[in-house]
């Protein structure tokens, strides 16, 4: 066994007793707060496997976050006002809305990648940032729902024989996703697709004489990634029991990208690592300042500095990590 699936095996081993070392130590917060970590660290996933393989540095992936967030508040919020949408009475059931989410933020991902990607650089990542605004306004002008101030959830989403209103069974669902979407992560990675991708990622030019087009292939890519963000966001909806426009802003997105940068771009767990220590640093930091972005950028300048490969690959050595 390698070094880096022990360092994989370690990450998932801890995040799997985080309930029962809060039961020892009778600490009911860590679970609420680990819960955090991995609902942020399966969106961190998703944007990695386009900005660590593809090469596409995406400003606008928390519209897909907030697009989650939005379908589980919405449909929640006319089904206690007793209203139909589009004449559908709407449905409590996540095994409805959960894939409903991923589908919506996977249009908008197709709609959104279709434009972005006629461009490159620069151009690109200015398009992404301009649709997530666009999102961001268009959900802050929803008056109806919140507006600014965002919008309450009454009840998590309902799934047959599991209690995710218990917060230990939702962190155990919630680490199931994340396992789930790794694992598919992994798969289309280390497929011919995954290797097409990456292909693009090192010299566009030459796999384009190769025959391959790089729009369908990385307007596939873009669009998983937005369903898996889409996920997650449902996911933070039904954790937190709110949903605001914040989760569409830009700055979420960076966060997403400040949590790939330190955890390792381009490894699928290094984004975990990297979910957990942004949001650590933020929780610890918070405590003593308001101001805790003033350490929170030498430590990832640190982290560029010495690990090209984040975290996780100093972890694993340096190795390749794909």
């Known amino acids: 066994m390698t070094r880096k699936y022990i360092i994989v095996g370690i990450i998932f081993a801890l995040l799997l007793l985080v309930p029962p070392i809060a039961n020892v130590s009778d600490d009911?917060?860590?679970?609420?707060?680990?819960?955090?970590?991995v609902i942020y660290a399966l969106a961190a996933v998703s944007l990695d496997l386009i900005l660590g393989y593809g090469a596409l540095v995406s400003f606008g992936h928390?519209?897909?976050?907030?697009?989650?967030?939005?379908?589980?508040?919405?449909?929640g919020f006319h089904m206690d006002m007793g209203?139909?949408?589009?004449?559908?009475?709407?449905?409590?059931s996540a095994l409805i809305i959960w894939p409903l989410a991923m589908i919506?933020?996977?249009?908008?991902?197709?709609?959104m990648g279709a434009l972005s990607l006629r461009t490159s650089g620069i151009q690109f990542?200015?398009?992404?940032?301009?649709?997530?605004?666009?999102?961001?306004?268009?959900?802050?002008?929803?008056?109806?729902?919140?507006?600014?101030?965002?919008?309450?959830?009454?009840?998590?989403?309902?799934?047959?024989?599991?209690?995710?209103?218990?917060?230990?069974?939702?962190?155990?669902?919630?680490?199931?996703?994340?396992?789930?979407?790794?694992?598919?992560?992994?798969?289309?990675v280390n497929s011919p697709f995954g290797m097409v991708l990456r292909g693009f990622k090192q010299n566009e030019?030459?796999?384009?004489?190769?025959?391959?087009?790089?729009?369908?292939?990385?307007?596939?890519?873009?669009?998983?990634?937005?369903?898996?963000?889409?996920?997650?966001?449902?996911?933070?909806?039904?954790?937190a029991l709110y949903a605001s426009p914040d989760m569409a802003s830009w700055l979420k997105s960076g966060e997403l990208?400040?949590?790939?940068?330190?955890?390792?771009?381009?490894?699928?767990?290094?984004?975990i690592i990297g979910a957990a220590v942004y949001l650590g640093l933020e929780q610890v930091l918070t405590a003593w300042t308001?101001?805790?972005?003033?350490?929170?950028?030498?430590?990832?300048?640190?982290?560029?500095?010495?690990?090209?490969?984040?975290?996780?690959?100093?972890?694993?050595?340096g190795r390749n990590n794909d």
């Open 290 to 317: 308001e101001n805790w972005m003033l350490f929170l950028g030498p430590v990832l300048i640190l982290v560029v500095l010495f690990s090209r490969r984040g975290i996780f690959g100093w972890l694993v050595g």
């Open 83 to 92: 209203d139909t949408i589009f004449g559908w009475a709407g449905s409590n």
């Open 205 to 239: 030019r030459r796999n384009i004489n190769l025959g391959y087009a790089p729009m369908r292939y990385k307007l596939t890519a873009f669009v998983i990634s937005a369903a898996g963000t889409g996920l997650a966001g449902v996911l933070w909806a039904n954790y």
């Open 62 to 75: 928390a519209a897909f976050f907030g697009i989650g967030g939005y379908v589980v508040g919405i449909i």
């Open 104 to 111: 919506i933020a996977a249009l908008v991902g197709l709609v």
């Open 257 to 271: 990208m400040a949590m790939i940068v330190l955890g390792g771009m381009g490894t699928i767990f290094g984004p």
């Open 125 to 188: 990542i200015m398009i992404t940032l301009a649709f997530a605004q666009m999102l961001y306004f268009v959900l802050v002008g929803l008056v109806q729902y919140g507006g600014d101030d965002g919008m309450s959830i009454t009840n998590r989403n309902v799934i047959p024989g599991i209690d995710i209103d218990d917060n230990v069974t939702f962190y155990y669902l919630c680490l199931a996703m994340l396992i789930v979407w790794v694992w598919v992560c992994r798969r289309i």
């Open 28 to 37: 009911t917060f860590l679970v609420s707060m680990v819960t955090r970590f």
